[in-house]
């Protein structure tokens, strides 16, 4: 489930997405509330047609799917509601959301990633969150400074090689 940014209970939520995951967010919503949900409703009625639902496993499978179909739908829908779209067209100076930090690490190749809200962060694909470790410990900073990073395996220090903005 995505996380949340609140300042306090009495405020909305906000999501911190870039264009392109805001865009791929609303194509998943679209395709469950169309195209998936017609197929589960065609199955279910397929199901029923076949008699007895307390020993139907297909009925009991797809009503379970539907379910998590309709609760990511809501959580979709919430996540695009509160969207804040990150300004990867700013020109900074200083490591924000929407940056693209390259960093190093002594001994270490360089690395890229681009920092993001937590909705959207994939490690794997270079994408951090700003509420992540690494994504705290860098935002603000400037290219040249070395920044001390408090990972789950003890403190590492990266120094930030450079810093833009704008698709790549």
């Known amino acids: 489930m995505a996380r949340r940014s609140r300042k306090n209970n009495n405020q909305k939520p906000t999501f911190h997405l870039t264009r392109e995951g805001y865009e791929k967010l609303r194509q998943e919503l679209e395709y ?3 195209v998936k949900r017609k197929e589960l409703a065609e199955r279910l009625r397929s199901a029923i047609q076949m008699g007895d639902l307390s020993e139907n496993a297909d009925y009991i499978a ?32 200083v490591v924000d959301l929407g940056a693209r930090v ?5 001994g270490y190749p360089p690395e890229t990633y681009l920092i993001v809200g937590p909705t959207e962060a994939d490690p794997h694909n270079g994408k951090i969150s700003h509420e992540s470790p690494m994504g705290r410990a860098l935002i603000g900073k400037r290219k040249g400074e070395v920044v001390t990073v408090e990972t ?9 090689l450079d810093i833009s903005y704008g698709a790549r």
């Open 32 to 34: 469950l509330k169309t």
């Open 62 to 93: 797809t009503k379970e799917e539907q379910g998590f179909v309709e609760g990511r739908i809501q959580e979709l829908e919430t996540i695009l509601r509160y969207a804040v779209i990150i300004d990867e067209t700013t020109h900074k100076d």
């Open 102 to 106: 390259t960093i190093q690490e002594d």
């Open 152 to 160: 789950p395996a003890g403190a590492i220090q990266v120094k930030i």
